[in-house]
């Protein structure tokens, strides 16, 4: 099997980036991707914790800036908005780009304490936002698949709710669930917002929440071996919720990638935009989970390894202040090498 290999036009680096990586800088990035043959870009979201440009709107920019290339959120956290709004904004973002967008939805993560201020901008807390998020998919798939919704949740009510549009994919875009984290070996370190000394260095996920929601699933920093022992997982809670899962469905594996000839510098470098971009320090082995580096057949060595355990895309974050530079060397070593 061929993967989709997509890259993350970082629009976060936009704005820790400065001059370095403006928007004109995101969308020629865009532009090229598909240029170069790359399955699909995506961008993140954060208002606070790890703040970006707004993700709908880089996309619909990027969606007249091309004309094939997929487009993708990884991920977007819907709760941060009403429901009703991100349903109606996909199925527009949908229309603009003829039906190229594929939503990463997650619960988000970053700093505590800016995640903290981030959800209570919208009424809510880290123990709701479980909740929220559940239903806010809900809701979502709801008013596209029809109108007149009415939905009684905890977080959201609706009564004979329509947004008067459909996106252009039928029966919906696909929607694909981030789960699945690395708890890092002690508090403060790693990417996540949450800390559990009972399951530190373990890899631990809500494999249900994919099961019953999911058209695909999104996932990061788990080996090869645990992403396949949560392919199977995920399979079984669907089994069990007489649910089944979408064929085709989508197996994304997110990581920071970085194509250099010297192993050693490239994981210097790696670690240090991984730790600026999440404004956390990263411990050994969030950094070696996380960071594919080094020269190009050793990067494919390590993405077959995941092919092999069911990733059917990656969705790559160029772990370089120089974004263009080195999307042009994966480009030119690495894709080739996965054909």
């Known amino acids: 099997m061929i993967p989709a290999v997509g890259i993350y036009v970082n629009n976060r680096a936009a704005v820790f980036g400065g001059d370095r990586f403006g928007l004109d800088d995101l969308l020629?990035?865009?532009?090229?991707?598909?240029?170069?043959?790359?399955?699909?870009?995506?961008v993140g979201d954060s208002v606070l914790a790890k703040p970006r440009w707004s993700p709908i709107v880089t996309l619909a920019a990027v969606a007249e800036s091309t004309s094939t290339i997929g487009l993708a959120t990884g991920i977007l956290q819907p709760h941060l908005r009403h429901p009703v709004t991100v349903a109606q904004e996909w199925a527009t973002l949908d229309a603009v780009s003829g039906g190229r967008t594929a939503l990463?939805?997650?619960?988000?993560t970053g700093p505590p304490e800016l995640v903290e201020a981030e959800l209570g901008l919208v009424g809510l807390n880290r123990r709701r936002r479980?909740?929220?998020?559940?239903?806010?998919?809900?809701?979502?798939?709801?008013?596209w698949a029809g109108d007149g919704v009415d939905y009684d949740g905890r977080v959201y009510q609706l009564h004979d709710a329509s947004i008067g549009l459909r996106p252009v994919q039928q029966p919906a875009p696909p929607v694909l669930i981030a789960a699945?984290?690395?708890?890092?070996?002690?508090?403060?370190?790693?990417?996540?917002?949450?800390?559990?000394?009972?399951?530190?260095?373990?890899?631990?996920?809500?494999?249900?929440?994919?099961?019953?929601?999911g058209d695909g699933?999104?996932?990061?920093?788990?080996?090869?071996?645990?992403?396949?022992?949560?392919?199977?997982?995920?399979?079984?809670?669907?089994?069990?919720?007489?649910?089944?899962?979408?064929?085709?469905?989508d197996v994304r594996v997110n990581l920071f990638l970085l194509v250099g000839d010297d192993p050693a510098r490239a994981r210097a470098e790696?670690?240090?935009?991984?730790?600026?971009?999440?404004?956390?320090?990263?411990?050994?082995?969030?950094i070696d989970r996380w960071l594919v580096c080094g020269p190009a057949e050793a990067c494919a060595e390590r993405l077959a390894a995941y092919v092999e355990a069911g990733a059917t895309s990656f969705q790559c974050v160029l772990a370089s202040v120089d974004q263009q530079p080195q999307m042009e060397r994966v480009a030119a070593e690495l894709l080739p090498l996965l054909s």
């Open 28 to 42: 020629a990035l865009a532009r090229r991707a598909e240029e170069c043959g790359f399955s699909f870009v995506s």
């Open 104 to 108: 990463g939805v997650g619960l988000g």
């Open 270 to 286: 790696g670690a240090a935009f991984m730790e600026d971009y999440h404004r956390r320090p990263m411990d050994d082995a969030s």
């Open 217 to 249: 699933w999104i996932t990061g920093m788990a080996t090869p071996d645990e992403l396949a022992a949560g392919r199977e997982a995920i399979a079984a809670a669907a089994e069990a919720a007489c649910r089944a899962l979408p064929e085709p469905f």
């Open 180 to 213: 699945g984290v690395f708890v890092a070996s002690q508090r403060g370190f790693g990417p996540n917002d949450v800390f559990d000394e009972a399951r530190a260095s373990t890899f631990v996920g809500r494999w249900d929440r994919v099961a019953r929601l």
């Open 130 to 143: 479980a909740r929220a998020f559940t239903e806010s998919i809900e809701v979502i798939k709801a008013l």
